[in-house]
């Protein structure tokens, strides 16, 4: 899997409009059909649920896997992993927090 980690400035991103193929088109108001989105940064993806376009993927795997269209070669990829590899992406990913989860008695807690 080609590593793009650094592309739009250290945002996880390309920011570009894409395809995401068919399970992820959205029907406006006016039954015309959306079928690219851009691509949002990651950052914060750790903490912002439900996923996709339209919040239809409950977590981050099943919004990885219900990519298509331009994505369909990494969505193989993805999938086409050992469970140990595929949960150290997921980690990965939901470590991109914009506000890390404050623990009692940790550093950052204030009483």
Sequence with gaps: MESRGREGGGL???????????ACHQV??????????????????????????????????AVIRRHGGEAAPVTLAYAGLAAEPREHLLSFLRALVLVPKLQPG????RQ
């Design 12 to 22: 996880y991103s390309d920011l570009r409009h894409h395809d995401l193929g068919v």
């Design 28 to 61: 406006r108001f006016d039954g015309g059909i959306t079928t690219r989105f851009r691509t949002p940064p990651l950052w914060g993806v750790g903490t912002s649920a439900p996923y996709g376009h339209d919040g239809a993927s409950l977590d981050l795997d």
């Design 106 to 109: 940790g550093a950052n807690f």
